[in-house]
């Protein structure tokens, strides 16, 4: 079985209302680590009803594993369950310091990838 995570996302598609391109730019995952560039996000009003939430950095990311895995990304202590097309948008709250972790399982079978974002550049407000 092979995890697998990129941010080969269409620039198309709707991630609750932005664009990837509204998000991030030059996206690269390793093997360990993700570096690339995060807009600063205002208004993302169909992210999350909470205000406070509705601006900051967000990455867009692609996870797939064979058929009959779940897979579930966690930012922190958040997991999150992801859906058939396999895209995950989170807020970085704190780049330095929060790790993506991914997980598919299958009964016994169980595939972990971590990522550190300190290699990340995350824009400001206001440019």
């Known amino acids: 079985m092979t995890l697998s995570a990129d941010a080969d996302i269409d620039a198309e598609t709707d991630l609750y209302g932005k664009s990837v391109t509204d998000l ?3 996206i690269v995952i390793g093997d360990d680590a993700i570096t690339g560039t995060l807009a600063y996000v205002t208004d993302y009003t169909d992210f999350s009803e909470d205000t ?7 990455i867009a990311l692609h996870f797939g594993a064979p058929e009959g895995y779940e897979i579930t990304v966690s930012l922190g202590d958040d997991p999150i369950e992801v859906d058939s097309d396999g895209i995950v948008v989170m ?3 704190d780049k330095d ?3 993506i972790t991914a997980t598919a399982t299958r009964g016994e079978d169980t595939q972990t990838l971590t990522f550190d974002l300190s290699g990340l550049t ?6």
């Open 52 to 58: 406070d939430l509705q601006k900051g950095n967000f």
């Open 91 to 93: 807020r970085i709250a």
């Open 97 to 99: 310091t929060d790790i």
């Open 122 to 127: 995350c824009e400001t407000e206001g440019g």
């Open 24 to 26: 991030q730019s030059d």
